[in-house]
């Protein structure tokens, strides 16, 4: 698993639990609602510039591996073996970027957590429909009207 989406699920589960937590504990974290939106924000950012980061990487790793003629033994190789020779040895590996679809479930998740921990809070009464709307939209999430509970009285 990447960094990118190890970050991102621990962000979608602690918001996940959020939506089910008693309402004395969803008021605590209604009330730091910009850190938990600042979180969402960082770590949609962390996954959007993975591939410009994972290509300076591979560039730069690759430049490297040029530069200083770096080998390393083959993974195969039976490294208990007291006859190791230069045939023992290989040029490293290119690195295998993160499947697109990992992140695309991943921010998918993310972003479905934070519409749920919104509009959780929204229906409790610990922020307004338009300051959901804004939120959902700074994120670029949508908001379905059904979702939003009619307040009484």
Known sequence: MAYSSDITGILAA????FVTSNRH????????IEFWLDEVRHCL????????RFQRLQTAQEAYVTTH??????RSLDLKSP????????????????NDKQLRQARQK?????????????????????ELRAACNSLAIGVEASDI?????
């Open 14 to 17: 602690q918001l996940g639990k």
């Open 25 to 32: 504990q969803l008021a605590g974290q209604a009330a730091n």
């Open 45 to 52: 950012t962390v996954i959007d510039g993975y591939p410009a």
């Open 69 to 74: 003629a770096t080998v390393e033994f083959r």
């Open 83 to 98: 006859d190791l020779d230069n045939e023992d040895l290989q040029r490293p590996n290119k690195l295998q970027p993160v």
């Open 110 to 130: 993310l972003c479905d957590a934070a519409y749920g921990f919104l509009v959780r809070c929204c229906n409790e009464g610990f922020i307004e429909e338009p």
């Open 149 to 153: 509970r009619p307040r009484t009285g």
